[in-house]
């Protein structure tokens, strides 16, 4: 009997282990493999095979049952899920349930959650721009949250890394506030926003309406074609699964890469409960974990772990990690473990119309969604009474009318020959956040899920200065709307509860002293060194930038690191 248990013991020993198969986790196990690494990939959901397992991914509108909507009884069931934009009858499944998995809230906030093999990296935005000097020196330069250990220059070849692989649609524009990166071919501007583009570069210093950049295939290179990965066809079907691997997700590319070098186990419905130290050796051994559908309790063994369960789940595994070395989570003894949770505020929205330029139509679909306006509010020194500032996504297009009114020849002809609107120009903000102590998320003593891992309490909101930052967006794109000539300028508070951008960040953050950060500028945590973060628990500020390209460029910067210190011990 002994011997079964050293060969079960070592059946379930790897050189790294994983946990979390998203964005990050996905590069994480790419990275560890391609290195040499036996490494293990836990995913606490379902496992989801490239276009396999895209069941809606080539349906047409009258194939699906309620033409796209959910039901009634599905919102009244998931009001947090049916408040995400991506949540359709067509992409449902690849979102948690409300009542499956239950959290506290102390206040209003939405968790919103993909569990299955690959994450939300099925459902995000794909918006891809990276940090600026600027954004890692703020928190030193206005004083808030704690200086990053890292500065520009550090991540700047990360970025490169990740980009050439993944494959990042945009343009060259030479802004210092939104460095340029290794891009294909962007998509451009239609006639309208490039009208906005020309009027605000020329009645305003310093401010630029750029093509956005994301992460869809517009012109595929080698490395994509390697992938299995074809040019993205316009369908902006994304959050069906893209058969075409022409978006990123870790379905499509990290993880089938990982898995080609041999050195990948991965295993789904395996739900992360702690990760297992060693006090003697100062050093984390594994990870203990709940099987989801059998609920048996079994631990796996690793020299190291990265943590990218996604940022609140990350605080959870860490918080739940308890020891007689560490009883308030590993790594806590500051006890801020859990504290300075951020997001972004996606709470504002502008409209207009224009009635020029009707000689132009919009004509096919633009996955990057037009345009994007980079921050340029307290950029080199602070301007207005407010920290920090906010970047936009423009957009402009047109819509054709037709007349179903009449019966017979007269339906055809009024439904074959529509006409067209004007110009219809749409904005949202998104704006940066200061990370606030009593922005928090902790666990309860008492209540526990089906897998016995404890629910985690959220209270985080916004504060008076996330409404100064909405004003100043109103205030300023008004303006440069009546500069461009666009009409009907409407304003509009879309009500988004925090957590509602899916942009939560913080909670286990970077920073130089162990004191007031529980992170290094390698991402290890300080008190154990041979556990690193580098999801969105991770982030000590949350700039304003879409943040997936900033947590995959730290996690393959990271995985190095981690690489060379195991080769220096062996």
């Given at each position: 009997m002994a011997n079964l248990v050293i060969d079960n013991v070592k059946e379930r020993t790897f050189d790294a282990i994983v946990i979390g198969s998203g964005a990050s986790g996905g590069w994480a196990a790419k990275e560890l493999t391609e290195k040499g690494m036996k490494t293990l990939l836990l995913e606490r959901g379902r496992d989801v095979?490239?276009?396999k397992d895209y069941p809606t991914t080539n349906l047409y509108p009258y194939e699906l049952k309620y033409r796209g909507e959910t039901t009634h009884a599905d919102k009244m069931a998931n009001p947090i899920a049916n408040r995400c934009y991506a949540y359709k009858e067509d992409s449902q499944h690849f979102f948690v349930k409300d009542e499956e998995h239950p959290y506290i809230q102390e206040k209003d906030f939405d968790w919103i959650r993909g569990y299955q093999v690959g994450g939300k990296s099925l459902l995000w935005a794909r918006q891809t721009q990276r940090w600026s000097e600027y954004d890692f020196e703020g928190p030193a330069r206005d004083g808030f949250a704690v200086d990053w250990p890292i500065r520009y220059a550090d991540i700047a070849p990360w970025y490169s890394h990740v980009e050439r692989f993944v494959g990042i649609a945009g343009d060259r524009d030479g802004l210092a506030t939104l460095p340029d990166?290794?891009?294909?071919?962007?998509?451009p501007l239609n006639a309208v926003e490039d009208h906005f583009r020309n009027v605000v570069n020329k009645h305003y210093k310093g401010r630029h309406i750029i093509s956005a950049r994301c992460a869809h295939l517009s012109q595929p290179q080698p490395?994509?074609?390697?992938?299995g990965r074809v040019q993205c066809q316009h369908r902006k079907l994304c959050q069906r699964g893209c058969p075409f691997g022409g978006y990123f997700s870790s379905?499509?590319?990290t993880i089938p890469w990982a898995q080609k070098t041999g050195n990948l186990t991965l295993r789904p419905h395996s739900v992360a409960h702690s990760v297992l130290y060693d006090k003697e050796s100062g050093r984390a051994t594994g990870v203990k974990v709940i099987d989801a559908e059998s609920l048996e309790e079994m631990d796996f063994y690793a020299k190291v772990i990265f943590v990218n369960a996604s940022t609140l789940n990350t605080n959870v595994i860490l918080l739940n990690s308890v020891s007689d070395r560490f009883p308030d989570g590993l790594g806590n003894d500051n006890g801020l473990m859990g504290k300075f949770v951020a997001f972004h505020n996606y709470t504002a929205r502008i409209s207009a119309e224009y009635d020029g330029l009707l000689e132009y139509r919009t004509d096919g679909r633009n996955p990057a969604g037009g345009g994007y306006i980079p921050n340029f509010r307290n950029v080199e020194?602070?301007?207005v009474?407010?920290?920090r500032g906010w970047a936009a996504a423009f957009g402009a297009s047109r819509y054709e009318n037709r007349n179903s009114s009449g019966i017979g020849s007269e339906l055809k002809h009024g439904l074959l020959n529509g006409t067209w609107s004007n110009w219809r120009v749409h904005s949202h903000m998104m704006a940066e956040t200061i990370p606030k102590e009593h922005n928090r998320v902790w666990l309860d003593t008492d209540k526990k899920d089906k897998w016995g891992v404890p629910l985690l309490h959220v209270s985080v909101d916004y504060a008076d200065d996330d409404w100064q930052r909405r004003q100043d967006y109103y205030e300023?794109?008004?303006?440069?709307y009546e500069t461009a000539g666009f009409t009907n300028i409407k304003t509009q508070d879309d009500g988004r509860r925090p957590g509602n951008d899916i942009h939560e960040m913080g909670g286990i953050r970077?920073?130089?002293d162990p004191r007031t950060s529980l992170l290094n500028k390698w991402n290890q945590l300080h008190l154990c060194k041979n556990v690193y973060v580098t999801d969105g628990a991770c982030m000590t500020s949350t700039a304003t930038q879409n943040p997936t390209l900033t947590y995959m460029a730290l996690t393959a910067r990271a995985v190095d690191h981690a690489v060379k210190e195991l080769s220096k011990k062996s």
């Open positions: 095979v490239h276009v990166g290794e891009f294909l071919p962007g998509y490395i994509h074609i390697q992938q379905n499509s590319s020194r602070q301007e009474d407010f920290l300023q794109m008004t303006e440069m970077m920073g130089h």
